[in-house]
C-alpha cells in the first residue's frame, strides 16, 4: 500500500529559490494560527523521563521512504539488530501525544516550517518528511535537494518542509581569499522570518580545528581575532541570534525553536540498546541555555533533547553509515523522530 508517488523534482521544482520568489509566499493559506500561547505553563517536564522498549515503534519503516537513501538508512546499509528502533521517549510526568501526520498535516496546510542549522537539523528534516509521508502515503510527495536548500512538500497539503544548511547561522565573509566569521552578524534572516515554524540548530562546527575549521580569522565589531575559546565563540554566536531573533520575528507569525545540542558519543560501535546512564551535561548546553535565557521576547523555546539523546548511543549510524564510521549522527528511523515527537507536541498542544 506504501507506495511512493516520486515526481522529477527537477521538472518541477527548478531551484529551491524559484519556489520561494514564485509560489511559496505568494499562494499559502495564511491560517492563523489558533491561539495557544507558546508560554502557558507546562504541567510536565517532557524532557525528563526514560526510554522505554514499544513494539509499535518505529513509527515508519525507512524501506517506505526511498528519500532517506543510503545516507540515514542503517537497516539500508546492513544494520541487522533491530531493538534500536523501537524505543520509545517516555516523560515522567505525563504521555506525549503519538505523532500524527495527519494532524500535522491538516494544521499546518499551507504552512512552511524550516530546520536552519547543521547536519543534524537536516537529519531532523529527513525524519519529518519521512513521517509526514508515511501519514499519507498515497499522497503525492516532491523532494528536491539542491546544495544546502533541502525541500520536502505535499502538494495536496500545501505543506512544505524546508532545510537550510548553515552550520554556523552567523556570517562568513570572505575578504581577500580569507574567511571571517563575524561573529556578531548574520545576514540570512530575510528568508528565515517568513517562515510559520523555524528551527535552530548549531553546535558540532564551533569545536571544529585544523582543516575542517571554516574560517581562517574572527572578526567582532572592528577587532579580529585569530582564535577564541570555542564555547566562548560558540556564546556569542547564540547571542548574536538571539538579538536578531528579538529584533526580527514576530511570534504571531512564527513558532520559533532552538534544538538543544545533540550530543556525539565517543563509543557507538556494536550499542544495541540505549545507555542506562549518561555523564553530565554536554558541552555547549549551558552556555546555548544561558544565551536564550538573556532574550527580551522570549519567543523562542529550547527543545532540550541534550539529555534524552545521550542516552542512545545505540541510535548512532556507527558503521551504517556511507562512508565512514559516525557516532554523531543518527540512524533513521531513530532518534530524530523523537525530537520531531516533541516538536509535534509543542505545535499541535
Ligand atoms: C520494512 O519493510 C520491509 C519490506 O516489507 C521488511 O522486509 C523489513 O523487515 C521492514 N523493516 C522493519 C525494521 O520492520
Ligand atoms: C490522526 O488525525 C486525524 C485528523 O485529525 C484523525 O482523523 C485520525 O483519527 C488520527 N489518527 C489517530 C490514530 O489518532
Ligand atoms: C572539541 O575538540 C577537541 C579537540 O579537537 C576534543 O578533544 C573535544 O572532545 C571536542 N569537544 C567536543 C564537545 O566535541
Ligand atoms: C568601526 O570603524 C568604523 C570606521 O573606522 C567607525 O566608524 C566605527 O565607529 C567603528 N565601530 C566600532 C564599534 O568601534
Ligand atoms: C505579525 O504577524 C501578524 C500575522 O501575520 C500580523 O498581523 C502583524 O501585523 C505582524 N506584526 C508586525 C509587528 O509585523
Ligand atoms: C534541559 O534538560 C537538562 C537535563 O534534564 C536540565 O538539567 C536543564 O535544566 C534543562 N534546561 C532547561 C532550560 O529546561
Known amino acids: 500500500m506504501a507506495v511512493c508517488y516520486s515526481v522529477s523534482a527537477i521538472a518541477i521544482v527548478s531551484t529551491f529559490l524559484t519556489i520561494f520568489s514564485l509560489s511559496l509566499f505568494l499562494n499559502s493559506n495564511t491560517k492563523l494560527f489558533n ?51 523501537k524505543y520509545r521517549w517516555q516523560p515522567y510526568g505525563c504521555n506525549l501525544p503519538r505523532f500524527n501526520g495527519t494532524e500535522l498535516l491538516l494544521k499546518y496546510k499551507g504552512k512552511r516550517i524550516m530546520f536552519v542549522g547543521d547536519s543534524l537539523g537536516q537529519n531532523q528534516w529527513y525524519s519529518l518528511a519521512s513521517m509526514l509521508h508515511v501519514s499519507q502515503p498515497q499522497a503525492k510527495y516532491i523532494v528536491d535537494r539542491n546544495g544546502r536548500h533541502y525541500t520536502f512538500t505535499i502538494p495536496e497539503y500545501n505543506i512544505w518542509l524546508l532545510y537550510l544548511g548553515n552550520p554556523l547561522i552567523v556570517d562568513i565573509a570572505t575578504n581577500k581569499g580569507s574567511r571571517v566569521l563575524k561573529i556578531d552578524s548574520i545576514s540570512s534572516g530575510n528568508v528565515w522570518k517568513q517562515m510559520d515554524v523555524l528551527v535552530f ?20 565589531g572592528n577587532t579580529t581575532y585569530k582564535d577564541m575559546d570555542r564555547l566562548e565563540l560558540y556564546e556569542k554566536a547564540i547571542n548574536t541570534w ?30 544495541t540498546r540505549p545507555l542506562q546512564s549518561i555523564g553530565g551535561l554536554y558541552p555547549g548546553q ?25 542516552y542512545r548511543a545505540d541510535g548512532h549510524q556507527s558503521v551504517y553509515s556511507y562512508n565512514h564510521m559516525d557516532c554523531l549522527h543518527w540512524c533513521l528511523p531513530g532518534v530524530p523522530d523523537t525530537w520531531n515527537q516533541l516538536l509535534y507536541h509543542l505545535l499541535i498542544s
Open 35 to 85: 491561539e495557544v500561547s507558546l508560554l502557558g505553563t507546562n504541567e510536565c517536564d517532557i524532557y525528563k523521563g526514560s526510554w522505554v522498549f514499544d513494539d509499535s515503534y518505529p513509527l515508519y519503516n525507512s524501506s517506505t521512504c526511498p528519500f532517506i537513501g543510503d545516507t540515514r538508512d542503517c537497516q539500508k546499509n546492513g544494520r541487522l539488530d533491530k531493538e534500536y528502533l
Open 201 to 220: 540548530d548549531t553546535w558540532h562546527w564551533w569545536n571544529r580545528t585544523g582543516t575542517r575549521q571554516t574560517w581562517n580569522i574572527i572578526q567582532e
Open 242 to 271: 538571539a538579538k536578531w531573533a528579538d529584533s526580527n520575528l514576530n511570534s504571531t507569525k512564527t513558532k520559533a525553536f532552538f534544538q538543544g545540542v545533540s550530543p556525539d558519543h565517543k563509543e557507538c560501535e556494536g550499542k
Open 286 to 310: 549551558i552556555e546555548l541555555e544561558n544565551a536564550l535565557k538573556t532574550m527580551s521576547n522570549s519567543i523562542v523555546r529550547l527543545i532540550n533533547i541534550t539529555s534524552l539523546s545521550q
